[in-house]
C-alpha cells in the first residue's frame, strides 16, 4: 500500500523519507521480572537480535509505504553482514548512500526489558568515515534529523531544508543535565519537533507536556510531545490545529523502538495530508502494535497489521466508542481486502544455517 499514492505529483522525489545514523546489532531479552541484581545470573525468558539504531526509524518507516533511504556505516563483519542483508534484501531499504566499512566492527546494544521500561548497555567506535556527503545525499520530501546538545545541525540537513524537504527532529538525551535551550537553535531549519515529554519540559522550563508543546510551538511549525502511556499532544501552527490524543491501552513486551515507531506514523500521515489529530492517532497505534512485539527494527508494523487491528476492533469489540470514532478515518483508507503477508521478526540469534 501506497499511502502517498493520492497527493503524489510528476515532479516529486523518488526518495520519501531520508535518514543517516548508527546502525546497531541488537539484542533484546524480554521477560525479566525485575532489573538485573549486582553479583547475580538472571535468566529472561525471551530473546531477540534484530537491526537497530537508525534502523529502527528506517524499517518503520518502509514498512508503512514509504520510500526511504538510509546513510550509514556498516562493519564488514557477520554482524555488519546480517543487518546489510536484512534491511536492503528484506524491508526493501535504499543503503545507496551507505558504506561497509572495512577493519571496523558494528556497534552492538543489549537490551533489557522489565516493568514496562527497557535498560541499554551499548558499545561501538565512531565509523572512520563520514556516513553521508552532500553529494551523496537523494532529494527526497522528508529527512529526519537529531538535535544534539552542544552539535549544531550537519551541512546535509541545511540543504535538504533549503531544498524544500520537511525535516522531522528529535532530540538527544542531555547527560550533563543542563538543556541548554540553545540546543533547540537549529529548529528554523525544521517542519516537525517531536521529543518525549521529559526533554521537552526540561528544554522549555515548563512543568507540562501541554506547557512544553505551546512553547515549543512558538519555534518550530507543529510540535509534538509524546506522553508514553498518556499519549500525546501537539500544535500544528501551519493549519492552526492543536491535538491531545490518549494512546491506545496494550499489553507492552518490549518498548524498544516504540518512539521510532512513532515518529514513522506521524511522518506518514503528515506527507499524506492527513489532520493533526489523525496523525497523531496513527501514531499512537503503529507505536502500540509495535510494543507487542520485540526486537526494534523488526517490531514494527505493516499496513495489514493496522488493517487486521481495524477489522478486529469492528467485528469483535473491546475497544470504546470513543477509540472507534477517533479511528473511523482508517475505514476509508485501508483498502478493502488488505493481504496479509508475514513480517519478519526479532529471533534469538542470526545466522541459521539450513539443515
Known amino acids: 500500500m501506497d499511502p502517498l499514492a493520492s ?3 510528476e515532479d516529486d522525489p523518488v526518495t520519501d523519507v531520508f535518514l543517516t545514523g548508527t546502525v546497531f546489532l541488537d539484542i533484546v531479552f524480554t521477560g525479566l521480572d525485575h532489573a538485573p541484581v549486582r553479583g547475580t545470573e538472571t535468566w529472561a525468558r525471551g530473546m531477540g537480535s534484530s537491526p537497530g539504531g537508525a534502523a529502527n526509524m528506517a ?29 536492503a534484501d528484506c524491508e526493501g531499504i535504499d543503503l545507496g548512500p551507505s558504506h561497509r566499512a572495512p577493519g571496523w566492527h558494528s556497534p552492538v546494544t543489549v537490551s533489557m526489558a522489565y516493568e514496562g521500561e527497557r535498560t541499554m548497555v551499548s558499545h561501538g567506535h565512531e565509523a572512520p568515515t563520514p556516513c553521508v556527503s552532500v553529494a551523496e545525499r537523494p532529494r527526497s520530501l ?16 541545511r540543504r535538504a531544508h533549503g531544498e524544500g524537504s520537511k525535516i522531522f527532529a528529535d532530540v538527544g538525551w542531555d547527560g550533563s543535565g543542563v538543556w541548554d535551550p540553545d540546543t533547540l537553535a537549529d529548529l528554523t ?14 528544554y522549555t522550563r515548563t512543568d507540562s507536556p501541554e506547557a512544553a508543546v505551546r512553547a515549543l510551538a512558538e519555534l518550530v511549525p507543529v510540535a509534538v510531545v509524546t506522553k508514553g502511556a498518556a499519549g500525546a499532544v501537539a500544535v500544528d501552527g ?44 496513527f501514531a499512537n497505534l503503529t507505536a502500540a502494535l509495535s510494543v507487542q512485539h520485540f526486537g526494534g527494527s523488526l517490531s514494527a508494523p505493516g499496513w495489514a497489521e493496522v488493517a487486521a487491528w481495524w477489522q478486529y476492533a469492528i467485528k469483535c469489540g473491546g475497544q470504546s466508542d470513543e477509540v472507534m470514532r477517533r479511528y473511523r478515518f482508517l475505514a476509508d483508507l485501508l483498502p478493502a481486502g488488505t493481504a496479509d503477508w508475514p513480517l519478519r521478526r526479532a529471533t534469538p540469534t542470526i545466522g541459521f544455517r539450513a539443515t
Open 7 to 9: 497527493v503524489r505529483r
Open 59 to 87: 524499517t518503520a518507516l518502509r514498512r508503512l509505504g514509504l520510500r526511504t533511504s538510509l546513510a550509514a556505516a556498516f562493519g564488514d563483519d557477520v554482524y555488519g553482514d546480517y543487518c546489510w542483508e536484512s534491511l
Open 142 to 157: 522528508a529527512c529526519v534529523a537529531s538535535l544534539d546538545p552542544g552539535r549544531r545541525l550537519d551541512d546535509w540537513v
Open 189 to 202: 531549519h525544521c517542519h516537525a519537533f517531536l521529543p518525549n515529554a521529559t526533554e521537552a519540559q526540561h
Open 238 to 281: 501551519l493549519t492552526g490545529e492543536s491535538a491531545d490524543v490518549p494512546a491506545l491501552g496494550v499489553d507492552a513486551l518490549d518498548p524498544t523502538g516504540a518512539g521510532d515507531v512513532f515518529m514513522a506514523g506521524f511522518i506518514t500521515g503528515t506527507l499524506a495530508g492527513w489532520p493533526l489529530a489523525d496523525r497523531l492517532s
